[in-house]
């Protein structure tokens, strides 16, 4: 009996002699740079985060939830007996806008409706609509039809997609005549063919809506399209020096917009925390044990692994770039890439920054939404740019760089690989106070001081207002505006 308690005593000595050495090789940080920090982040990394996204990844990053929170329209325009309003994302009214007019097209496309009657008609025609009884629903980019369909209805695929390859918003009005049908019209901008389809639905429903939408928002100023003023065509007897899209929408008077401040991460919590670095670090595919890692003159955080570069600047700024000739981090997942094209990156980016948006406070991404334009190129199939802005009541906001203004997000994709990812991680607030915007028609006066060149008139396809943030300099309103195929600012 003492021999097998003295065994016994002898085992517990060896399995606390055992567990003490090991505590103190792990722990000095020669197999764990990070000491105690490094196990709890490795369980929450690969263990506590997997097992939780399994229950978490339907709820609260399907691609459905995700593309319609970062996929809306830029505006939403109401007209009915004469009065007109704007609807921008955050402001009253625009959920109800948006619900509405979402349903209708969602029933339109799942053939829900009675469709009567598809037609082909002009421009006069389709722009006339705009001044009747209608809703009309713009995106401000142009969209792959397939995105629209799964952001409106939950579904990619249905009979429409196959004549609609890509557009900008549509239009539903009650139909010109005295049976119970209302119109839907949408232009398929890679053919230039607008379709006007006549469905069985309730018009004094469509009326009542359209006068409820009315009276949830006080009257304003009001707005004219460009045909409206004729802006969108050549004058008899003159010099034309510039020409707008006609379905810009203008103010003619100065525009006053909110003030609005930006934070950076440094104004929360100097720079990342600890969990929070090694969540972006594993979704970049960087493991800490195994890389060379630097800190830069400018006191920028620089990672190098499998020939990529990720930089973390102070102010928030994240970069990453591959090598020429890397192939980057796949973020296609099971995604199939014998066909890549912009709807599948379009999802692979939507889930990518979903991920990353975990690991940063909220407030860097609640106001995210995809800005660029959504279509296939065929003269580079399977290799697209996804960008991404914030947006503050419908207004983007730009960030001032060396190059010129850039997008709050930009990702380059090929094939399903992730070739480069910039971001400029900020956070913003409106504070009290409004500063003036100059007119649009100013701001037309400034391009044509600027590129005008005697010949033919400058071509304005878009025109918004954005924030430009300077970053130390503060954040100020301007005109983005889209001529002759480049963007430009004007403040």
């Not at 593309?67 to 402001?91: C, D, H, M, W």
């Not at 001044?131 to 249905?158: E, H, M, P, W």
């Not at 004729?230 to 003619?252: A, C, R, S, Y």
């Not at 199939?336 to 980016?349: G, L, V």
Request: hydrophobic share 35%.
């Amino acid at each position: 009996m003492l021999k097998n308690m003295i065994k016994n005593v002898l085992l517990a000595f060896s399995v606390l002699t055992a567990f003490i050495l090991l505590y103190q090789v792990w722990f000095s940080g020669y197999f764990l740079p990070d000491g105690y920090d490094y196990v709890t982040s490795g369980l929450k990394t690969y263990i506590i985060n997997p097992v939780t996204g399994l229950f978490k990844r339907d709820a609260d990053a399907d691609f459905s939830q995700n593309l319609n929170a970062l996929l809306k329209p830029e505006k939403i325009v109401v007209n009915l007996s004469g009065e007109r309003r704007v609807f921008t994302n955050g402001t009253t009214g625009f959920d109800e806008s948006l619900e509405f007019s979402a349903d209708i097209l969602s029933s339109f496309l799942l053939e829900e409706y009675k469709l009567i009657s598809k037609e082909t008609v002009n421009l006069d025609a389709y722009t006339s609509v705009l001044k009747g009884k209608s809703i009309y629903v713009d995106y401000g980019k142009t969209c792959d039809s397939r995105l629209l369909s799964f952001a409106v209805s939950g579904q990619d695929t249905n009979p429409y997609t196959t004549e609609l390859h890509s557009f900008q918003g549509y239009i539903i009005s009650m139909h010109d005549s005295i049976l119970n049908h209302i119109s839907i019209y949408i232009k398929d901008e890679k053919s230039g063919n607008i379709y006007k389809y006549v469905v069985e639905s309730d018009q004094s429903d469509l009326e009542t809506q359209l006068g409820r939408l009315l009276a949830l928002k006080p009257s304003e100023v009001t707005l004219s399209y460009s045909f409206e003023l004729n802006f969108h065509k050549q004058q008899e007897g003159q010099e034309t020096k510039l020409m707008f899209d006609p379905m810009i929408l203008m103010e003619l008077m100065p525009a006053q917009v909110e003030t609005v401040r930006g934070y950076t991460l440094a104004d929360f919590d100097q720079n990342l925390n600890f969990y929070q670095e090694d969540s972006v670090l594993n979704l970049f595919a960087i493991n800490t044990r195994s890389i060379g890692k630097y800190t830069d003159l400018n006191n920028a955080k620089v990672f190098v692994a499998n020939n990529a570069t990720l930089t973390l600047h102070p102010g928030g700024y994240l970069e990453y770039q591959v090598v020429q000739g890397g192939r980057g981090i796949d973020i296609a997942g099971k995604t199939d890439k014998s066909d890549y094209d912009i709807y599948k990156a379009t999802a692979n980016a939507v889930d990518f920054v979903t991920d990353l948006s975990a690991g940063f406070p909220p407030e860097f991404f609640e106001h995210l939404q995809l800005s660029s334009d959504l279509i296939d190129d065929t003269t580079q199939q399977g290799v697209y740019t996804v960008c991404f802005d914030y947006c503050l009541d419908g207004i983007p906001v730009l960030h001032q760089t060396e190059a010129g203004p850039a997008h709050s997000v930009e990702m380059e994709i090929d094939n399903g690989y992730l070739k480069s990812y910039r971001q400029f991680t900020r956070a913003y607030e409106k504070v009290e106070g409004e500063k003036n915007l100059q007119p649009i028609i100013a701001a037309a006066d400034t391009l044509v001081d600027t590129l005008y060149t005697g010949q033919s008139p400058l071509q304005v396809k878009k025109i918004t207002q954005s924030y430009l943030d300077m970053m130390k300099e503060g954040v100020e309103p301007c005109w983005s505006v889209h001529v002759d195929d480049e963007e430009r600012l004007i403040r």
